[in-house]
């Protein structure tokens, strides 16, 4: 029978793999027992895990295999009956996207292990495992499958078993303001001349994003930007070749400048053939009761106008003042990681007020960015 019960479980998961997405998360606790002592308790561990998963995770559903022997039953039953009344799959009892995985083992003469395993089901990639043995009596066998039990609970706390959703607003405000000069000594004509460089750069972008945690890491939302961005280069070289050969003084200068708006979220990315925004928010829960939040995104391309006014003057080569319009594309990037911060996977609202200054010394920015969010777990 138990056979027979794990070859339907494999089968009704592969099938349900078409099944559309549950807002639950699903797991699915299967108890393997080794020992005569052990087979009396297998039931037992089932019903522990599954309270302890309920009680910690409300967006769980949780299926055992005394449910599993239940549902086969009534289903039985209504065969028998020749009752084909609309009712849900049997398979969608059978769909995880958690497996855990229960042993108790009779070990020695007198003692009794009890572990569990969790894995990522649609991954096959394992999570958390705990193990612990006691000695065979009631007491002891009942206290470490409560053991066992709590402790993979606090193990997978470190994972976002349910999903966190809500709002989260990010303003990143980057300015540059830096001045380079680059000056030495000449020589022509025979007397000594300065060649002299300045460039400056005054650029701002201002960023802000309300944003909407939909899931994990699902996010949607707007966000809308502007940029000034302004840079003046004058050249002064005392020797300066001309064309003819001869040297002389001249003065070059170039200003462009830029002001752009834009809004909206870029599109790029395509799920189940639709396009989606790429906007994603991340949290990592640590060991040490900690997280991080990760936010990932793009604006929508706005084509800018980047207007260029040259001019020279001196021995040759002079160029009378000429302005032009050069089109440039603006892409503003959202990668920022906040944290840590106090939390735990299992605890029901998540929120913070935070504010960072971060400065690039190579090219003179420096950037304020600030974060509010509030992110609360659903029951269902």
């Not at 793009?298 to 003057?313: F, L």
Request: glycine share 6%; with cysteine; net charge positive.
């Amino acid at each position: 029978m138990r056979t027979a019960l794990i070859l339907l479980f494999f089968a009704g998961v592969l099938g349900a793999s078409h099944v559309s997405a549950q807002n639950k998360q699903r797991f699915f606790l299967y108890c393997t027992a080794s020992g005569d002592s052990s087979a009396r308790y297998a039931e037992e561990f089932e019903e522990i895990m599954s309270s302890n998963l309920t009680k910690s995770f409300p967006c769980v559903r949780v299926r055992t295999q005394k449910f599993i022997r239940e549902r086969l039953n009534e289903e039985k039953i209504k065969q028998l009956k020749g009752l084909s009344e609309d009712t849900p799959s049997f398979c969608d009892d059978l769909a995880c996207d958690y497996f855990i995985n229960l042993e108790l083992s009779d070990f020695l003469s007198d003692q009794i292990v009890a572990s569990a395993s969790c894995i990522l089901y649609r991954k096959v990639e394992p999570l958390v495992r705990y193990a612990k043995n006691a000695p065979r009596n009631p007491a002891s066998i009942r206290n470490i499958m409560n053991t066992v039990a709590e402790t993979l609970i606090k193990k997978l706390g470190k994972y976002e078993i349910c999903p966190f959703t809500g709002p989260v607003s990010i303003t990143i405000n980057s300015t540059i303001d830096t001045t380079h000069t680059e000056q030495y000594g000449v020589y022509c004509n025979g007397s000594d001349q300065q060649y002299r460089k300045e460039m400056t750069i005054k650029n701002q972008t201002l960023s802000d994003w309300k944003l909407e945690r939909k899931g994990i890491p699902r996010t949607d939302g707007t966000m809308t930007f502007y940029t000034n961005e302004e840079s003046k280069v004058t050249e002064e070289n005392g020797c300066f070749k001309c064309k003819s050969g001869r040297e002389g003084g001249r003065t070059y200068t170039e200003i462009r400048s830029m002001k752009v708006k834009g809004n909206g979220i870029s599109h790029e990315s395509i799920r189940d053939g639709k396009p989606q925004d790429d906007t994603r928010i991340e949290l990592r829960f640590m060991d040490n009761g900690t997280y991080y939040v990760t936010t990932k995104g793009t604006s929508q391309p706005v084509t800018g106008e980047e207007k260029v006014v040259t001019s020279a003057e001196g021995t040759c080569d002079n160029l009378p003042q000429e302005t032009k319009v050069v089109p440039k594309d603006i892409k503003i990037p959202l990668k920022e990681i906040f944290g840590p911060y106090p939390g735990k996977s299992t605890d029901k609202v998540l929120t913070q007020k935070d504010s960072k200054e971060t400065y690039n010394s190579t090219i003179k920015e420096k950037t304020t960015i600030t974060i509010d969010f509030t992110l609360t777990q659903k029951d269902k």
